[in-house]
């Protein structure tokens, strides 16, 4: 007999949850401060809005298979999202669609990788029928304020733009042009010089390789390029974009440093515009905090005449965060404590002492409050266990349901 979750899986013991509500509060206050409604989608799902046409590959789900359907465990929140949105709220919608989520996704992990993780936690939102240069702010300025919430005053951000870099490896022939992004993707320039490409195309590939760094020189060399007008136009925009942060953040000292990548590729491949990445470095190397990104077609998928309103989200990696903070010692190092512990001072008085320990509970703040259960016979006993427990307060009930009180030292 097997008692132990399966390989991949892992359980939360009740300090790991605390800890784990800890961040989760201060990240949904920063939501409801920006005006996100929660939205909860079901963690089953068809295989087919999961793969959201074509752009999570079937080999990342954990598929699941009943006599009709095709299901899976989903891999990601925004394609369940927009699923929701296009097929239960049609009626309803006014646009903007803001909506946040905190719920936990499935990845299937590498076959020979068998402790690789599998569930995940994620707390993220998705900006629905907005476009542009004001939408992409809100994200990034919403997802700098998360942070900060948090107390990352130093993480990175890195910039992308798919459409841009897809658009630009478009010369290179369909059978190597995939090979060529994942080794821009990969960092491995080795790799990249080691493919049978003409000159041109290497020299080209080498160029698009090193287009990362400050925002303002890798936009002056991709604009030395010859540019058609939507490559233009997304140039242009990434300009309008960095000048508009720098503007919202002012000369605040708290500001994340932001590097424009445009080899930046993320794991789901629905994105159209922007993409990004929050990074934090650590004593034992980078963590990517959160990463997002726009996608304008993915709503369409879903809506029968294929009508689509553009969207744009991010999602912040919880164990990532949870792993820093905890590190920082900024987490609670323990569960919190009962505020009183109710005794029965006879089996008399079981009665009076629920009742007595419901009345503490009715209190408009919060009050912890336990009763004994008998497991200890002696007074001493019950001191000595409310001590352990951090618990400073005993009511002593008798049989009229009378309270002495003893606070405990």
């Known amino acids: 007999m097997v008692y132990q979750p399966p390989s991949g899986a892992r359980d939360l013991l009740p300090l790991d949850v605390a800890q784990k509500i800890w961040i989760e509060r201060r ?10 409604h929660r939205i909860i989608t079901s963690t089953l799902e068809h295989l087919e809005t999961l793969i959201a046409g074509g752009a999570v590959q079937p080999s990342t789900v954990i598929q699941l298979q009943d006599a009709e359907n095709r299901l899976g465990l989903r891999p990601e929140l925004t394609a369940s999202i927009a699923r929701a949105v296009v097929t239960r709220m049609g009626s309803l919608q006014s646009w903007p669609q803001r909506l946040y989520y905190n719920a936990n996704v499935f990845r299937k992990g590498n076959a020979v990788d068998h402790g690789q993780q599998l569930e995940y936690y994620q707390a993220g939102v998705e900006l629905l029928g907005a476009g542009g240069l004001r939408a992409d702010s809100e994200i990034l300025l919403l997802l700098r304020d998360c942070l900060q919430t948090l107390g990352f005053s130093n993480a990175d951000l ?17 059978k190597e042009r995939e090979k060529v992004r994942a080794a821009i993707a990969n960092l491995d320039r080795i790799g990249l010089e080691s493919l049978s490409l003409s000159s ?26 010859d540019l058609d007008p939507s490559q233009r136009q997304a140039v242009n925009n990434l300009k309008s974009l960095m000048e508009l942060l720098q503007k919202c953040w002012g000369n605040s000292e708290i500001q994340p440093a932001i590097t424009l990548d445009l080899s930046l590729v993320q794991t789901f491949d629905y994105y ?25 077609q993915l709503l369409g998928l879903y809506h ?46 079981d009665a009076a002492t629920f ?55």
């Open 304 to 349: 029968p005449q294929g009508e689509t309103e553009p969207g744009i989200g991010f999602s912040l990696n919880l164990e990532e965060l949870h792993q820093v903070l905890l590190g920082r010692g900024e987490l609670p190092r323990e569960t919190p404590a009962s505020d009183w512990l109710v005794v029965a001072q006879t089996p008399e008085a």
């Open 200 to 225: 041109e195309l290497r020299d080209r590939a080498l160029f698009l390789f090193d287009l990362r760094g400050r925002p303002e020189t890798v936009l002056s060399q991709v604009s030395q390029l």
């Open 355 to 409: 009742a007595y320990a419901g009345q503490l509970r009715e209190s408009s703040e919060l009050v912890r409050v336990e009763v004994e259960l008998g497991r200890r016979e002696t007074p001493e006993e019950i001191r000595d266990y409310a001590r352990r427990r951090g618990i400073d307060q005993i009511a002593w009930v008798n049989v009229n349901g009378d309270p002495k009180i003893e606070k405990i030292l």
């Open 27 to 36: 990240v949904q206050q920063v939501f409801h401060r920006w005006g996100y």
């Open 158 to 174: 890195i910039i992308g733009e798919a459409g841009l870099t897809q658009s630009l490896l478009s010369p290179f022939p369909p």
């Open 272 to 296: 159209t515009g922007i993409v990004f990445i929050a990074v934090s470095d650590t004593a034992s190397g980078a963590r990517i905090l959160g990463q997002g990104g726009r996608y304008d």
